[in-house]
């Protein structure tokens, strides 16, 4: 079945570095998703995008919806100690939640 | 803002029992979602609804069932609960055209 791969699986940064991380697909998608779940919490929407070629920031976070519509990246900067959670891509073909692929997750530390 | 409400946060079963798993949204979402989250697995599509009454099994429906009486409410249901059923379980609600998927804070189900 389809697909995303979302890399790296987890990364141990420290406060104050960039974080970048990405999701690609074989197939090609209408909309990409960023969700951030905190330890314990659901997953929480971060950025949506919706035309290939979009960026979009919301505070500290980028990301883009990939020419090609079949990888998005996410990037922090500056990163602080609450940045640390599980950060989820999701990628959505077409009308219709039945439709939405998430990815495995990236998990995030962040040392102070 | 849009909420999703779980109706419990934790809860702990005996190998056997039914188990009821409540989910309520407030914003007229016409789509429904269960999943459920274990480690290295990501999140797994159990069952979704597109509308009152309507139900379509997902990844991996074996062992649940689900009831969708009203637009707001969408119950899951362990018909025989059992220990490999033990996991973070998260509902979902979303607007019905490509919009994100919004999520609830989780049920962590214990089954002994």
């Known amino acids: 079945g389809q697909q995303l791969n979302q890399s790296p699986q987890s990364m141990f940064i420290q406060e104050g570095e960039d974080v970048s991380m990405n999701c690609t697909s074989s197939?090609?998608?209408?909309?990409w998703l960023w969700y951030k779940q905190d330890p314990g919490e659901g997953p929480v929407l971060l950025i949506a995008?919706?035309?290939?070629?979009e960026l979009t920031s919301n505070g500290r976070l980028t990301a883009q919806f990939g020419i090609t519509r079949k990888d998005s990246f996410l990037n922090i900067s500056a990163s602080i100690p609450s940045d640390v959670g599980i950060y989820f891509c999701?990628?959505?073909?077409?009308?219709?939640?039945?439709?939405?692929?998430f990815g495995a997750g990236t998990r995030l530390f962040v040392k102070a | 803002d849009v909420k999703v409400t779980q109706s419990s946060r934790y809860l702990v079963k005996r190998t056997g029992e039914k188990v009821f798993l409540e989910c309520v949204q407030d914003?007229?979402?016409?789509?429904m979602f269960w999943y459920r989250q274990d480690p290295g697995l990501g999140l797994r599509l159990i069952y979704f609804?597109?509308?009152?009454?309507?139900?379509e099994k997902g990844d991996i429906p074996e062992g649940y069932s689900v009831s969708r009486e009203k637009k707001e409410r969408f119950s899951l249901i362990l018909e025989s609960a059992s220990t490999n059923q033990t996991s973070m379980y998260l509902c979902?609600?979303?607007?019905?055209?490509?919009?994100?998927?919004?999520f609830g804070d989780g049920t962590r189900l214990s089954i002994l």
């Open positions: 914003m007229d979402h016409e789509n």
């Open positions: 609804s597109y509308d009152v009454k309507m139900k």
């Open positions: 999701a990628g959505q073909r077409g009308t219709g939640g039945f439709k939405t692929i």
């Open positions: 197939s090609i998608f209408n909309t």
């Open positions: 995008l919706y035309k290939a070629g």
């Open positions: 979902a609600s979303e607007q019905a055209g490509n919009q994100p998927q919004h």
